[in-house]
């Protein structure tokens, strides 16, 4: 089915193909620039399309894919890199240089690698709708292999030992077979049996979050503030300590050197809790804000999809996003090229659903095959100006679990993470606290409620001192000023560039202990000997 | 491809630089038009929106005299690109690309398409060695590294510009280094300081690219000019092996430019009537900088921004700090006391930083100076507060030396004047000042 491009602004092009499906994957010119239907009309279709159009021509041929914006899933995406349409960087790089040139299309999977695959199901087996039969190992993960099956159907035949991804892996009686690879179009959240409540803490080896505003596993956090208060830094920082099996993490229009420099540290530094490269349990989606902008608002999609692949296998996966800003100005530029009816700074008026609708991909499931997985998400957010009055702070603030607010005030006195402590909230923080606990220390939560006290009192403090000078207060106040300056630069501050980038909750709550020991002891002696601290 | 031009004289309607033309056969996106006015000037055109055969056209020159029915459009079936050879060193161009140092124009070795192509990220080496401007506050404290997109965030009125020749004429690269070229680009120049940049760049005599955008001319040009530059210095680094630092300025002359012709097109206005793709487009200008791995050869980015109303938070500034990899804030108070360059430290900030400094890079003991003096001084202007309202005489014997220290710190480190200063005179300078106030530089 082919058609001709008719009219073409920025990166929608009108075509005059006619029996295309909507959101159908189109190849557009004679370079086969990949683009989306986005709007059918009576004599063909609107089509969005993610690379750059400088250079296309009216008249240039179209042709429908019959299927939507997919991407491909099997083993070996692990530690790989892709571009917002899941095409693979590394390899893009090998056949065409440094630089990207548009319409080129790359398989993100290897159909020629060889696996060992080991088979847990055997001929006669009866097969049910997602059930696993069998595995191939990706790096340190077993990659389960799952029939993709409508009803329960009985195997006629399955491999054993090496096999490559263009093989079938097991046949069903009536022909139907099992690839190892599949396509899944990426605006279809995967099936799973049921959604299950958010439990247990997620570690992040951050003393301020996981202390004050904990994250729990199949949650959301939204990571706002302004440039320079550090949000790629602590998105980062969590991306290497955070106690879960995989990471996906998508550089959404931000900076190409900031993800030169994850890749190359993500190559060397290790996983503090399987020991391993760090890369080895990452997935790079990068779209870098110089490369199309259509493509950045399919990359969060790109990304999730394949997140939601691994969380199938009942792994616990951890999605970040730096930024979902950039995502919603992609949107808008999109929403302006159709001439869409524009709501708050040109924003379309589906921001927050949309937003809403992606964030509910994250939660605890019960797979297809029983096991229990998690999608964690994290997504930073980068207000124009630092208001968080915008649209999509505002979005974000009404489906986040946890809110981090980064403060450039903190960022300006080097107070890394620049999480503002009055501000921030953790709707897990019941749940999780009972967690720590039960896992590190039964004080945990009287410990986090007199920290905060502890803070709250010294901003009052503090505008007090402004005043009279900190001479002219009580010895008590002087006291606990002192200890709430300890608080602030040896518990809440971490330097991600040193040893203490990653702090397990053990340290975390002796630190804090340590901190509060002195408070309890230093008090002793000021009712002892009321005239005198030091 | 045509087998040849294709000339139309079907303009149905004029508006601004805006012509439509109707009946055009295959035109393509961003394809370069002539178009040949009836007194017989000759404009070139872009390729904007295209509706069946009715092609949307912007023109980079003056549309007063176009008419419809006499004027007439040429399709040349090909993307604006930029003419590149080694002997644009030295020389002086306008916005499109012409010399304007009385010199005939060059013979160009090849033709790149001035928007370029994105570098690959996996691609792309980290930044993490040093180029030295001579400016003390930004080789000691906030250092620039091959690669990277630092911006000088100004306000009316101070001496960025004496700042800008000041890089100009002293960065360099360490001992070492491969060869270094400077390519700026001057947009919305005044004749004023038009007339002072070409005396910098005379007395430079080369090691330059210049490329400068009158402000009396066509807006169009304004948005061409810094994209000639990078596709320029793009050629200079990765096809010649070498290490460039495009210093553009001024990119608030830029933004306006940009906000005009997006106003004119009917878009639909964001911030301050920017347009929403603003920061896209700022994007694929300062996303040119990298270096890549394994290759030769840097794109290095100083863009200069001044801030309306002195508002770090304006659309311009604020969308700039969100690409670039940390910003130069200058200060007015520091050039109320005349202090040059009148960086303020505190909201300064060079993201790359800490790749590049140390042993090998620049000194050993760079970065633990640095710590000190940013914290000693951040100290010390805590403490102005303090003493506004209390008095100094009510201030303790420590907090009175901190103040000194940032007062000398001001006045010694981060004032030099124009000389230029080495790294090691830098370090050694910041050395000194902490051992003279017997600060611990442990």
């Given at each position: 089915m082919t058609g001709k491009i008719r009219g073409i602004s920025g990166p929608t092009v009108h075509v005059d193909l006619k029996g295309l499906k909507l959101f159908e994957r189109v190849y557009v010119g004679r370079d086969m620039l990949t683009g989306e239907v986005v709007r059918l009309q009576e004599d063909g279709a609107v089509v969005q399309v993610?690379?750059?159009?400088?250079?296309?021509?009216?008249?240039?041929?179209?042709?429908?894919?019959?299927?939507?914006?997919?991407?491909?899933?099997?083993?070996?995406?692990?530690?790989?890199?892709?571009?917002?349409?899941?095409?693979?960087?590394?390899?893009?790089?090998?056949?065409?240089?440094?630089?990207?040139?548009?319409?080129?299309?790359?398989?993100?999977?290897?159909?020629?690698?060889?696996w060992l695959f080991s088979p847990s199901k055997k001929i006669g087996d009866d097969i049910a709708p997602g059930e696993i039969i069998g595995f191939v190992q990706e790096r340190q993960f077993k990659h389960f292999i799952t029939a993709r099956n409508t009803t329960s159907k009985k195997l006629s035949w399955i491999a054993d030992?090496?096999?490559?991804?263009?093989?079938?892996?097991?046949?069903?009686?009536?022909?139907?077979?099992?690839?190892?690879?599949?396509?899944?179009?990426?605006?279809?959240?995967?099936?799973?049996?049921?959604?299950?409540?958010?439990?247990?803490?997620?570690?992040?080896?951050?003393?301020?979050?996981?202390?004050?505003?904990?994250?729990?596993?199949?949650?959301?956090?939204?990571?706002?503030?302004?440039?320079?208060?550090?949000?790629?830094?602590?998105?980062?920082?969590?991306?290497?300590?955070?106690?879960?099996?995989?990471?996906?993490?998508?550089?959404?229009?931000?900076?190409?050197?900031?993800?030169?420099?994850?890749?190359?540290?993500?190559?060397?530094?290790?996983?503090?809790?399987?020991?391993?490269?760090?890369?080895?349990?990452?997935?790079?989606?990068?779209?870098?804000?110089?490369?199309?902008?259509?493509?950045?608002?399919?990359?969060?999609?790109?990304?999730?999809?394949?997140?939601?692949?691994?969380?199938?296998?009942?792994?616990?996966?951890?999605?970040?996003?730096?930024?979902?800003?950039?995502?919603?100005?992609?949107?808008?530029?999109?929403?302006?090229?159709?001439?869409?009816?524009?709501?708050?700074?040109?924003?379309?008026?589906?921001?927050?659903?949309?937003?809403?609708?992606?964030?509910?991909?994250?939660?605890?499931?019960?797979?297809?095959?029983?096991?229990?997985?998690?999608?964690?998400?994290?997504?930073?957010?980068?207000?124009?100006?630092?208001?968080?009055?915008?649209?999509?702070?505002?979005?974000?603030?009404?489906?986040?679990?946890?809110?981090?607010?980064?403060?450039?005030?903190?960022?300006?006195?080097?107070?890394?993470?620049?999480?503002?402590?009055?501000?921030?909230?953790?709707?897990?923080?019941?749940?999780?606290?009972?967690?720590?606990?039960?896992?590190?220390?039964?004080?945990?939560?009287?410990?986090?409620?007199?920290?905060?006290?502890?803070?709250?009192?010294?901003?009052?403090?503090?505008?007090?001192?402004?005043?009279?000078?900190?001479?002219?207060?009580?010895?008590?106040?002087?006291?606990?000023?002192?200890?709430?300056?300890?608080?602030?630069?040896?518990?809440?501050?971490?330097?991600?560039?040193?040893?203490?980038?990653?702090?397990?909750?053990?340290?975390?709550?002796?630190?804090?202990?340590?901190?509060?020991?002195?408070?309890?002891?230093?008090?002793?002696?000021?009712?002892?000997?009321?005239?005198?601290?030091? | 491809m045509r087998l040849s031009e294709h000339r139309y004289r079907t303009v149905s309607s004029l508006a601004g630089s805006l012509l439509f033309v109707q009946n055009v056969f295959e035109a393509r996106i961003g394809e370069v038009v002539n178009v040949l006015a009836p007194d017989g000037r000759s404009m070139v055109g872009e390729v904007l929106r295209i509706e069946g055969g009715t092609?949307?056209?912007?023109?980079?020159?003056?549309?007063?005299?176009?008419?419809?029915?006499?004027?007439?459009?040429?399709?040349?079936?090909?993307?604006?690109?930029?003419?590149?050879?080694?002997?644009?060193?030295?020389?002086?161009?306008?916005?499109?690309?012409?010399?304007?140092?009385?010199?005939?124009?060059?013979?160009?070795?090849?033709?790149?398409?001035?928007?370029?192509?994105?570098?690959?990220?996996?691609?792309?080496?980290?930044?993490?060695?040093?180029?030295?401007?001579?400016?003390?506050?930004?080789?000691?404290?906030?250092?620039?590294?091959?690669?990277?997109?630092?911006?000088?965030?100004?306000?009316?009125?101070?001496?960025?510009?004496?700042?800008?020749?000041?890089?100009?004429?002293?960065?360099?690269?360490?001992?070492?280094?491969?060869?270094?070229?400077v390519v700026f680009a001057a947009l919305g120049l005044t004749f004023h300081e038009y007339s002072y940049y070409m005396e910098v760049l005379e007395g430079m005599k080369t090691g330059f690219v210049a490329f400068a955008n009158m402000a009396d001319k066509p807006v169009m040009e304004r948005l061409l000019a810094p994209r000639f530059a990078l596709t320029a210095a793009e050629y200079l680094a990765f096809d010649k092996g070498m290490d460039v630092l495009v210093i553009i300025t001024d990119m608030t002359n830029y933004c306006d430019a940009l906000r005009e012709i997006s106003t004119s097109r009917e878009e639909l206005p964001g911030r301050r009537g920017y347009p929403g793709y603003m920061y896209s487009d700022l994007a694929s200008l300062f996303e040119r900088a990298g270096r890549i791995r394994g290759g030769k050869g840097s794109v290095t980015m100083l863009p200069v921004v001044t801030m309306p109303e002195d508002d770090i938070t304006h659309p311009i500034p604020d969308l700039t700090g969100y690409i670039t990899e940390g910003q130069i804030v200058l200060s007015r108070d520091l050039h109320q006391v005349n202090i040059f360059p009148p960086v303020d430290v505190l909201p300064s900030l060079s993201r790359l930083m800490q790749k590049g400094i140390g042993a090998g890079r620049t000194r050993e003991d760079h970065r633990s100076i640095s710590n000190h003096l940013y914290k000693y001084y951040a100290a010390g202007r805590d403490l102005r507060r303090l003493e506004a309202i209390v008095g100094r005489d009510a201030m303790t014997k420590n907090d009175i030396l901190m103040l000194d220290f940032a007062d000398a710190f001001e006045r010694e480190f981060v004032n030099q004047g124009l000389s230029r200063r080495s790294i090691s005179e830098t370090l050694d300078t910041g050395l000194d000042l902490m051992k003279r106030f017997s600060l611990d530089t442990s």
């Open positions: 993610y690379e750059s159009t400088s250079g296309l021509g009216v008249g240039e041929p179209v042709k429908g894919a019959g299927m939507p914006l997919t991407v491909r899933l099997g083993p070996g995406i692990i530690s790989g890199m892709f571009d917002g349409l899941q095409r693979p960087l590394e390899r893009l790089r090998d056949v065409m240089g440094p630089f990207i040139i548009s319409g080129r299309e790359i398989y993100a999977i290897d159909y020629t690698a060889k030992g090496e096999i490559t991804l263009g093989d079938s892996f097991a046949r069903f009686e009536d022909g139907e077979e099992i690839m190892g690879c599949f396509e899944w179009p990426v605006r279809i959240p995967r099936p799973y049996r049921r959604k299950l409540p958010s439990s247990g803490a997620l570690v992040t080896g951050q003393r301020s979050i996981d202390f004050l505003f904990p994250f729990a596993r199949g949650g959301t956090a939204i990571l706002p503030g302004g440039f320079g208060t550090g949000k790629t830094v602590l998105e980062q920082a969590i991306a290497k300590f955070a106690d879960v099996d995989i990471v996906v993490y998508v550089g959404c229009g931000e900076r190409g050197n900031e993800m030169a420099e994850m890749i190359e540290e993500f190559q060397t530094l290790k996983d503090p809790w399987s020991g391993k490269q760090l890369m080895e349990r990452t997935i790079l989606v990068v779209n870098t804000s110089n490369m199309p902008v259509a493509a950045r608002e399919a990359s969060i999609y790109t990304a999730v999809t394949m997140a939601e692949y691994y969380r199938d296998m009942g792994y616990h996966v951890l999605f970040l996003a730096d930024s979902i800003s950039r995502w919603a100005e992609a949107l808008r530029e999109i929403s302006a090229s159709l001439e869409e009816m524009p709501a708050e700074e040109g924003y379309p008026t589906y921001l927050a659903s949309r937003l809403a609708g992606f964030l509910e991909r994250a939660g605890v499931v019960e797979t297809m095959s029983g096991a229990i997985g998690s999608l964690t998400m994290i997504l930073s957010v980068s207000p124009p100006g630092g208001d968080f009055t915008e649209p999509v702070a505002q979005a974000c603030l009404r489906t986040g679990g946890v809110f981090l607010m980064l403060d450039t005030s903190l960022a300006h006195r080097r107070h890394f993470p620049a999480i503002n402590w009055f501000q921030s909230y953790s709707l897990y923080s019941k749940k999780t606290t009972l967690y720590y606990n039960d896992k590190v220390s039964p004080e945990w939560e009287k410990m986090q409620l007199r920290c905060r006290e502890i803070l709250q009192k010294e901003e009052s403090l503090r505008e007090i001192a402004e005043i009279i000078g900190i001479e002219g207060l009580q010895d008590a106040d002087r006291l606990l000023m002192k200890v709430a300056g300890m608080v602030r630069t040896d518990f809440l501050s971490q330097n991600s560039f040193t040893e203490d980038a990653f702090s397990p909750p053990e340290k975390t709550f002796s630190i804090i202990k340590g901190i509060l020991d002195f408070y309890d002891s230093e008090l002793g002696k000021l009712k002892e000997k009321p005239s005198h601290v030091e | 092609v949307l056209v912007e023109v980079y020159g003056e549309t007063s005299g176009l008419d419809i029915g006499h004027t007439t459009v040429v399709f040349t079936d090909s993307v604006r690109k930029a003419p590149l050879s080694p002997e644009i060193i030295g020389r002086v161009f306008n916005g499109s690309f012409e010399p304007i140092d009385g010199a005939p124009m060059f013979i160009p070795e090849k033709q790149e398409p001035v928007n370029g192509f994105p570098i690959n990220p996996a691609a792309r080496a980290r930044p993490r060695e040093f180029i030295e401007t001579g400016y003390s506050v930004i080789d000691g404290l906030n250092t620039l590294v091959k690669g990277q997109k630092l911006p000088i965030f100004s306000c009316a009125g101070l001496p960025s510009k004496e700042m800008v020749a000041g890089i100009l004429t002293n960065a360099r690269l360490t001992e070492g280094g491969g060869k270094f070229t």
